[in-house]
């Protein structure tokens, strides 16, 4: 089994600031998709990247896939109390197309 | 469209007892999957399903069956119940298979096993 390690586990910040959380391998991943999840709800899907070296930008979150597809990247700009969730990475693992192993996420909390 | 939606949202169950969580899904996807989550151990991968009729093994599906007899529906049976269970239970849904395709999941299920 394929396993991907987010850091940092828990992330605490002020409105306006900027922040990036990792999701790391030591797999190569076919893809990876982010997604949020705020309390008592199901994770959300931000993105998926499939490319090394791919960047998507969503508003104000940038996504950046490792080029050697062992890791990935969220970067936040300006973030806002609205941003506040766990953030989980997940990626499909090889061998098999059909599965996905998630991290563990980190957990921001942005204050007004 | 509704999404994928799952029932009971809250359920309290006795060591032994078996029940039945329930997931639907209205999007026509192929490709279901079950997860369970817990505090410090993430997502983690019970049973999934390739379409109606073909489901196979994640990395935790002792204690659970599954089944799929139609493209919609996608039940999760706990046969006998231990407090090992208690989690929250979330079943997801995609048009690809799970590496490719974005997952939508359902609002849960509040598992406590006494």
């Known amino acids: 089994t394929q396993l991907l390690e987010q850091s940092p586990q828990f992330l605490s910040i002020q409105e306006g600031e900027n922040l990036t959380v990792y999701c790391n391998s030591s797999s190569v991943f076919s893809s990876l998709q982010w997604y949020r999840q705020e309390p008592g709800e199901g994770p959300v899907l931000l993105v998926t990247v499939v490319t090394g070296g791919e960047v998507k930008k969503l508003k104000r979150l940038t996504f950046q896939f490792g080029d050697a597809r062992k890791d990935s990247s969220l970067h936040i700009t300006a973030a806002q109390p609205g941003d506040t969730g766990l953030y989980l990475c997940a990626g499909g693992e090889g061998g098999s197309n059909y599965k996905l192993t998630f991290g563990k996420g980190t957990l921001l909390t942005v204050n007004p | 469209n509704a999404g994928v939606t799952q029932t009971p949202k809250f359920q309290v169950l006795k060591t032994g007892q078996s029940m039945t969580l329930q997931c639907a899904q209205d999007m026509n996807h192929e490709y279901m999957s079950w997860y369970r989550q817990d505090p410090g151990m993430g997502l983690r991968l019970i049973h999934y399903s390739v379409g109606a009729g073909i489901t196979d093994q994640g990395e935790v599906p002792n204690g659970y069956n599954v089944s799929r007899s139609t493209t919609e529906d996608f039940p999760l049976r706990l046969l006998s119940a231990a407090p090992s269970q208690t989690s929250v239970y979330f079943c997801?849904?995609?048009?690809?298979?799970?590496?490719?395709?974005?997952?939508?999941f359902g609002p849960g299920t509040r598992l406590t096993v006494l």
């Open positions: 997801a849904s995609s048009s690809m298979p799970g590496a490719w395709g974005g997952q939508f």
